[in-house]
């Protein structure tokens, strides 16, 4: 299963930015999906989660600002960020659980990542 990130770059403090993962491959289903990301020197941390039912969960940092949501259909998965901050710059991840097609057995696989920075 390969996840592949777009969207990222480069933005001014206050700006917004659109994180789109799109999954491919040997799939069944995919359960839950998320965002993670990781700061020089930082651990890999929990962004924002969303089950297939499209139930959230959000990093306190994050709430109120950042927004997940997924195509089912399409096996993607989106983040809208809002009022982004400088403390928001690292490498964003995609992570994804779910099932192969080819024995139902399940997998989680993640991205490469995608850089998003954060200027004053």
């Known amino acids: 299963v390969q996840l592949v990130e777009s969207g990222g770059g480069l933005v001014q403090a206050g700006g917004s930015l659109s994180l789109s993962c799109a999954a491919s491959?040997?799939?069944?289903?995919?359960?839950?999906m998320a965002w993670y990301r990781q700061a020089p020197g930082k651990q890999r941390e929990l962004v924002a989660s969303?089950?297939?039912?499209?139930?959230?969960n959000y990093a306190d940092s994050v709430k109120g600002r950042f927004t997940i949501s997924r195509d089912n259909a399409k096996n993607m998965v989106y983040l809208q960020m809002n009022s982004l901050k400088l403390e928001d710059t690292a490498q964003y991840y995609c992570?994804?659980?779910?099932?192969?097609?080819?024995?139902?057995?399940?997998?989680?696989?993640w991205g490469q990542g995608t850089q998003v920075t954060v200027s004053s």
């Open positions: 992570n994804a659980e779910g099932q192969y097609a080819s024995n139902w057995r399940s997998f989680t696989s």
């Open positions: 491959g040997n799939i069944f289903r995919i359960n839950d």
């Open positions: 969303i089950t297939r039912g499209s139930s959230t």
